[in-house]
């Protein structure tokens, strides 16, 4: 899976955006970009994958750059349980079934 | 929430003895996953498997074994434990190779 890169931490106040970067200037056109969050003490949660398009789900969007060497994940009204290490990774789906794979991913902090 | 439960939660044992962990979902799904976390290693593959009794090596096998004999259930089991083994493990079950992981809420393992 190509690398991607991630601000080591990031802090934002509740109830506001949060804009959550990653850059990935080697991505390939087939890959998928997919965003994990994980909250203190649990497993890692599935938010969002996408290919090309912006996508919106109940719990975030993401947007796409047309070059697609970068991605922002959106929360759109941050809330003190969005508190988490949020990671970005890339998958093509013509791969084998092996594990994703996690780099340091961002800490989210959330100011009250 | 995906049906994953990972048994015990907790557990405390000495080197050199026998621990098995077990993974069970009840979600049918194909592939499930065995990963460890470690402070500064993010989360690392250990085993996976895509069927019933088909399992491969992950990044960080050495030491580990693991059996799938039904599609529920993944066992990881470490022969002899070692204190560098002493982490935090999580299964994870997808629907299909390279669909999102869903992430169990892990098994701390401490090994004296």
């Known amino acids: 899976d190509a690398k991607t890169t991630q601000p080591n931490s990031m802090e934002s106040n509740e109830e506001e955006p949060v804009h959550l970067p990653c850059n990935h200037s080697?991505?390939?056109?087939?890959?998928?970009i997919h965003w994990y969050r994980q909250l203190p003490s649990q497993g890692p949660e599935y938010v969002i994958h996408?290919?090309?398009s912006n996508v919106n789900n109940r719990m975030a969007s993401l947007a796409i750059a047309e070059d697609r060497k970068s991605s922002t994940l959106i929360l759109h009204r941050a809330t003190l349980r969005d508190a988490a290490v949020y990671y970005c990774?890339?998958?093509?789906?013509?791969?084998?079934?092996?594990?994703?794979?996690f780099g340091k991913g961002t800490h989210l902090i959330i100011q009250p | 929430d995906a049906g994953i439960t990972q048994s015990p939660r907790h557990k405390v044992t000495e080197t050199g003895t026998p621990v098995t962990l077990r993974c069970h979902q009840t979600e049918n799904h194909r592939y499930m996953y065995w990963y460890r976390q470690d402070p500064g290693h993010g989360l690392r593959l250990i085993h996976y498997?895509?069927?019933?009794?088909?399992?491969d090596k992950g990044e960080v096998s050495d030491g580990y074994s693991v059996s799938r004999s039904k599609t529920e259930d993944f066992l990881l089991t470490l022969e002899s434990a070692t204190s560098s083994q002493t982490s935090v493990y999580f299964c994870a079950i997808s629907e299909r190779g390279r669909k999102p992981q869903h992430f169990g809420d892990g098994t701390r393992l401490s090994i004296l």
């Open positions: 498997s895509y069927g019933v009794k088909d399992t």
């Open positions: 080697t991505i390939s056109g087939t890959d998928y």
């Open positions: 990774i890339l998958r093509d789906p013509g791969g084998g079934a092996d594990g994703l794979t």
């Open positions: 996408g290919l090309t």
